[in-house]
């Protein structure tokens, strides 16, 4: 299977050692694409014994002659999420079929686009949700589909980013919703994906409360730090500020970012009290679902602490997952548990709680991500998947859909039904 990448950010770098290295036998790598020459001639240069004059290389502009002297069976697209309808579709009409990392894409007008092309080709677009791999959820989805709890009729699910993963998304392109959607479409889409695949169902009504309490210029202004700069880089507060980024001394990031910054004025680091930033960092959300299951989440970016609990309410009792990341965060340091890092329990109608052992795993996100690219990049070895976790086209506009829903409610103050919003921009999905 011949592939190509478009995107060379940090994200990009497991498809490109899954393609070269750990699946290397019945893929190969032809083509790297970005908009920046510096990150796109350091990725080519990681690529292990390319052969020849090396991996081929081409600008943004340059994407669709990628396609047309490589030709790829497959294209891997990880551009900013604004982006990725453009490549995906093009992509699609190029008789390539497409692997795209979360949120598929960011608002309507681009899903119609991306649905649209779909329909007229036929080709594949894979959405690359890895957090249904986990070993611990897709425990979940094994006992919930066992009927352990009776009939799904509500669940409780709080995601919880500290100050030190959640600071980061009001630092990147992600802090303007024109580029991620917000937080209830970039990162939340993982979420109410889970949300689907586990209860089977699909959202009808969605409302939403959402507002940007901490990483404001008034909380800069109560940390003492109103004299802040653009960004961390050359910030004249940035020795008493606990959410300083230090690039010159995280080699990854430097070299990703800062050494390559002058190709396209990108900045890493922006200050995460700007007051431009357009995007939440407290949301509540209320979703109705098909199959009459409701769901309350809440999204919080600045807890003390990382990690989730949800809860799952059914006629036959209850089901908990609760999982700790990272312990109490100080200054910009991360503590992470050692022990019952991961719970589950069981606590049916008439019996005594019972404490499930959570299925572990081995590797980035809890195990999930070399699970879910064995199915990626080599399915006839790893087999059929009795859980079905690959996601379609139709799963990434599903997931999307929540939090796009979610972002109209904010604004509006209305409660948004899912089959007005689709009608009324042309849109036609099938449901789960």
């Known amino acids: 299977m011949k592939y190509a990448i478009v995107g060379t950010g940090a994200r990009h770098a497991m498809f490109r050692r899954a393609v070269t290295e750990t699946y290397e036998a019945t893929n190969k790598l032809v083509g790297l694409c970005d908009s920046n020459q510096g990150r796109l001639a350091l990725s080519a240069g990681k690529v292990p014994d390319p052969g020849g004059n090396g991996i081929a290389t081409y600008q943004a502009e340059q994407f669709d002659d990628m396609l047309r002297e490589q030709q790829p069976d497959k294209v891997v697209v990880t551009v900013p999420d604004y982006l990725h309808h453009e490549y995906i579709v093009r992509a699609m009409r190029a008789g390539c079929d497409v692997v795209t990392e979360k ?4 608002d309507l007008s681009r899903l119609k686009a991306i649905l649209d092309a779909q329909e007229e080709t036929g080709k594949s677009v894979t959405v690359t949700f890895n957090y249904r791999y986990t070993p611990a959820r ?5 006992l919930l589909q066992s009927g352990a709890i009776g009939d799904i009729t509500a669940v409780d699910f709080r995601w919880y980013l500290d100050r030190v993963h959640g600071a980061d998304y009001f630092r990147r392109w992600h802090r303007y919703k024109e580029k991620s959607g917000g937080l209830l479409v970039h990162k939340s889409t993982h979420h109410f994906d889970l949300l689907n695949w586990w209860i089977g169902s699909s959202p009808v009504a969605v ?18 730090l109103s004299a802040h700069g653009e960004r ?14 230090d690039l010159e001394t995280d080699g990854p990031l430097k070299e990703l970012y800062l050494d390559v910054e002058e190709n396209d004025g990108y900045l890493r680091d922006q200050c995460v009290f700007a007051d431009d930033i357009t995007i939440e960092d407290t949301m509540q959300v209320g979703v109705k679902y098909a199959n009459e299951v409701s769901l309350n989440y809440t999204l919080c970016a600045y807890s003390p602490w990382e990690g989730l609990e949800v809860k799952f309410h059914g006629t036959k009792g209850e089901l908990t997952h609760r999982h ?42 809890g195990g999930a991500d070399p699970v879910m690219l064995g199915y990626l990049f080599d399915a006839e070895t ?14 990434g506009a599903w997931s999307i859909l929540t ?25 036609k999905l099938p449901r789960s």
């Open 403 to 427: 939090g796009i829903a979610a972002n109209q409610s904010m604004a509006t103050g209305q409660t948004v039904m899912i089959d007005e919003l689709l009608s009324a921009n042309g849109i």
């Open 207 to 224: 409302s939403a409360n959402g507002k940007r309490a901490f990483y404001t210029p008034e909380m800069a202004e109560e940390l003492g």
């Open 103 to 106: 949120p598929m894409t960011t």
């Open 324 to 365: 700790v990341e990272v312990h109490g965060v100080f200054g910009g340091k991360r503590e992470r548990p050692q022990d019952d890092a991961m719970t589950t329990e069981l606590h049916q109608a008439g019996k005594a709680p019972e404490k499930i052992d959570v299925w572990a795993g081995h590797g980035d996100h």
């Open 138 to 142: 897709t425990q979940l989805k094994d």
């Open 382 to 395: 790893v087999g059929p998947d009795p859980y079905k976790r690959g996601s379609s086209h139709v799963d």
């Open 232 to 245: 961390c880089h050359g910030c004249p507060v940035s020795n008493k500020c606990d959410f300083f980024m």
